[in-house]
């Protein structure tokens, strides 16, 4: 038996990062983006590698030679390395193919812990890109600069990487603040409607679980957003990424050792609705429809009144939300179900799954009634059946 005393200490390690909002990050007289770099290291030559999501370049593009332009006008500071192109949304996180192209030019291009990845795009990109860098040299700095509505007000100003692997989503992960984050309004111009719309899901999550008023907002411009109104968007963007900043460096629990994460209501369903239609379903629908379902069984076991649920309804479906659950064969209903106990092991732990007691609280359970949320299931799509149309082909 060894005599020796285990030797013990512990440490804290602070993070600081910022969210910056701006718009065309690459014109030539906007000095945000050579001002980040060089606010890490005034002597310049800082080496930075680009990956670029697809889909951006498509909808701008002139984007890469903004980017060269841009770098090469401040050369004393940015050093341009590579402008890698990645083709973007859940698809890209399902791909390790693309995680070792970014290793490859991370180490190709001699990106080191003192140089900066720029990842350009929408969550999928983000996460993955994120992750990639994490995982480099144990971690090289990053920069996110989002381009949709759901990773500006959501994925992208959080603290988390990820990778789908094994059937599941976001398996492989890491918790690494980005040094910062630059949210862009003009990539949003180009956005598709289903993009637009589908971000606005986690701002109404958000005000669900902590804000009452920012709950009043949305409803009262549900269709001011529906039709893009960029005044509307801004705010919305705001007061959301805001909020999730505040959960993160004040809730206690920034990297999730606990069993709590209130910031994924309506998330057990839309993980796994996400899978079960092969990533068909944006995240932002995915989790409408998640909420949706958590909100008709906190009806059903008496949480929340028939009032307050249609209310909420109402605010999605006018939002532009469709809260069909789309079953497609049989077994369907209980795979869906089982995402309750993938929930929990993804969690670790005991279950908690965040409900609300009224809009702005959250109240969090530990147990699910299977045969009632079954029931819940049923009932959202009776109230939501697809519509037929009786024109003739």
């Given at each position: 038996?060894?005599?020796?005393?285990?030797?013990?200490?512990?440490?804290?390690?602070?993070?600081?990062?910022?969210l910056?909002?701006?718009?065309?990050?690459?014109?030539?007289?906007?000095?945000l983006?050579?001002?980040?770099?060089q606010?890490y290291?005034?002597?310049?030559?800082?080496?930075v590698?680009?990956?670029?999501?697809?889909?951006?370049?498509?909808?701008?593009?002139?984007?890469?030679?903004d980017i060269t332009?841009?770098?090469t006008?401040?050369n004393?500071?940015i050093?341009?390395?590579d402008?890698?192109v990645?083709t973007?949304?859940?698809?890209?996180?399902?791909?390790y193919?693309n995680v070792e192209?970014i290793?490859?030019?991370?180490?190709?291009?001699?990106i080191?812990?003192?140089?900066f990845?720029?990842?350009?795009?929408?969550?999928?990109?983000?996460?993955m890109?994120?992750y990639?860098?994490?995982?480099?040299?144990?971690g090289?700095?990053?920069?996110?600069?989002p381009?949709t509505?759901?990773?500006?007000?959501?994925?992208a100003?959080?603290?988390?990487?990820s990778?789908?692997?094994?059937?599941?989503?976001?398996?492989?992960?890491?918790?690494?603040?980005?040094?910062?984050?630059?949210?862009d309004?003009?990539?949003?111009?180009t956005?598709?409607?289903?993009?637009?719309?589908?971000?606005?899901?986690?701002?109404?999550?958000?005000?669900?679980?902590?804000d009452?008023?920012?709950?009043?907002?949305?409803?009262?411009?549900s269709t001011?957003?529906?039709?893009?109104?960029?005044e509307?968007?801004e705010?919305?963007i705001?007061?959301?990424?805001e909020m999730?900043?505040?959960?993160?460096?004040?809730?206690?629990?920034?990297?999730?050792?606990?069993?709590?994460?209130?910031l994924?209501?309506?998330?057990?369903a839309?993980?796994?609705?996400?899978?079960?239609?092969n990533?068909?379903?944006?995240?932002?629908?995915?989790?409408?429809?998640?909420?949706?379902?958590?909100?008709?069984?906190?009806?059903?076991?008496?949480?929340?009144?028939?009032?307050?649920?249609?209310?909420?309804?109402?605010?999605?479906?006018?939002?532009?939300?469709?809260?069909?659950?789309?079953?497609?064969?049989d077994?369907d209903?209980?795979?869906?179900?089982?995402?309750?106990?993938?929930?929990?092991?993804?969690?670790?732990?005991?279950?908690?799954?965040?409900?609300?007691?009224?809009?702005?609280?959250?109240?969090?359970?530990?147990?699910?009634?299977?045969?009632?949320?079954?029931?819940?299931?049923?009932?959202?799509n009776?109230m939501?059946k697809?519509?037929?149309?009786?024109?003739?082909?």
């Amino acid at each position: 038996m060894s005599h020796y005393k285990p030797i013990e200490q512990s440490f804290k390690v602070a993070y600081e990062y910022k969210l910056h909002f701006t718009e065309h990050i690459f014109s030539m007289d906007n000095p945000l983006f050579k001002d980040i770099i060089q606010g890490y290291n005034s002597k310049g030559g800082v080496k930075v590698l680009f990956v670029i999501d697809s889909g951006v370049l498509t909808c701008h593009p002139n984007l890469s030679e903004d980017i060269t332009s841009y770098c090469t006008q401040n050369n004393s500071v940015i050093h341009l390395t590579d402008q890698m192109v990645i083709t973007g949304g859940e698809q890209c996180k399902n791909d390790y193919h693309n995680v070792e192209r970014i290793l490859n030019a991370v180490n190709d291009n001699r990106i080191c812990r003192h140089s900066f990845v720029v990842a350009i795009g929408g969550g999928a990109i983000i996460d993955m890109v994120g992750y990639a860098a994490a995982i480099a040299h144990r971690g090289v700095k990053l920069i996110r600069i989002p381009t949709t509505v759901l990773s500006q007000n959501d994925s992208a100003v959080g603290v988390k990487n990820s990778f789908n692997i094994l059937g599941k989503k976001n398996f492989l992960g890491t918790f690494a603040p980005a040094y910062a984050i630059i949210n862009d309004s003009n990539f949003l111009t180009t956005l598709e409607q289903r993009d637009w719309i589908s971000g606005i899901a986690e701002a109404v999550k958000v005000a669900l679980i902590k804000d009452a008023v920012f709950f009043d907002f949305i409803e009262e411009n549900s269709t001011l957003l529906r039709a893009r109104d960029m005044e509307s968007m801004e705010y919305l963007i705001y007061r959301c990424a805001e909020m999730h900043m505040e959960h993160i460096a004040q809730g206690g629990d920034p990297f999730e050792s606990g069993s709590s994460r209130p910031l994924d209501f309506g998330h057990w369903a839309a993980h796994k609705l996400e899978y079960m239609t092969n990533y068909q379903l944006r995240h932002g629908e995915a989790v409408a429809i998640g909420m949706a379902l958590d909100l008709v069984y906190a009806h059903f076991i008496g949480l929340i009144g028939k009032e307050t649920l249609d209310r909420i309804l109402k605010v999605l479906e006018q939002i532009g939300f469709d809260l069909h659950i789309p079953l497609q064969k049989d077994g369907d209903l209980d795979n869906l179900l089982n995402g309750i106990q993938e929930f929990r092991e993804h969690l670790g732990g005991e279950l908690t799954i965040t409900l609300i007691s009224k809009i702005g609280a959250k109240h969090d359970v530990h147990e699910i009634d299977i045969s009632t949320m079954g029931k819940a299931i049923v009932w959202l799509n009776e109230m939501y059946k697809p519509k037929v149309s009786n024109t003739a082909c």
